[in-house]
C-alpha cells in the first residue's frame, strides 16, 4: 500500500500529544512533533544576557540564533521583538507545533479526521 503524509499544525504541545495517542491505534509509519519558529536557532542563554554577547533584540525575545548583523537588525524590525505583539510565540495563528505524520493510505482519512477532532489545522 502506498503512504500518505499529514502536516498538521497545533497551539499547545499537549494538543498534538493527544492526538497522536489517538493516530497511535492507526497504522501509523512515522510520527514527530515539533515546535518551529520564523527564525532558527535555539535562542540565548538567560545566564550570560547582561555580559552585552547577544547579537539583536530579537534574539533576546523571540529566542533567534542571528548570524549577522543584518538579519539582527531584520528581525528586531519584527512587531514580536517589542513585546507588544499579540500573535504568540507561532505567530498570528498561535500555532507553533507541528505534528508530522505518515499513514498508510488507507487510514488517511480516519487520521485527517482524528487530527481535526483534537484542534489540529490541516
Known sequence: MTEK????????????????????????VDMSITRFSRYPGE????????????SSLASLTQ???????????????DPAASGM???GQGGPTGRDILLTVVVDEGSHHQALR?????????
Open 63 to 77: 529566542d533567534a540564533e542571528i548570524t549577522n548583523h543584518s538579519a539582527g537588525i531584520l528581525a528586531a524590525a
Open 5 to 28: 503524509n499529514i502536516l498538521a499544525y497545533f497551539k499547545s504541545p499537549e494538543e498534538a500529544e493527544g492526538a497522536q495517542r489517538k493516530l497511535q491505534a492507526l497504522r501509523v
Open 85 to 87: 505583539s499579540d500573535g
Open 43 to 54: 535562542g540565548y542563554d538567560p545566564v550570560n544576557m547582561f555580559s552585552g554577547e547577544w
Open 114 to 122: 482524528i487530527i481535526e477532532e483534537a484542534g489540529g489545522m490541516l
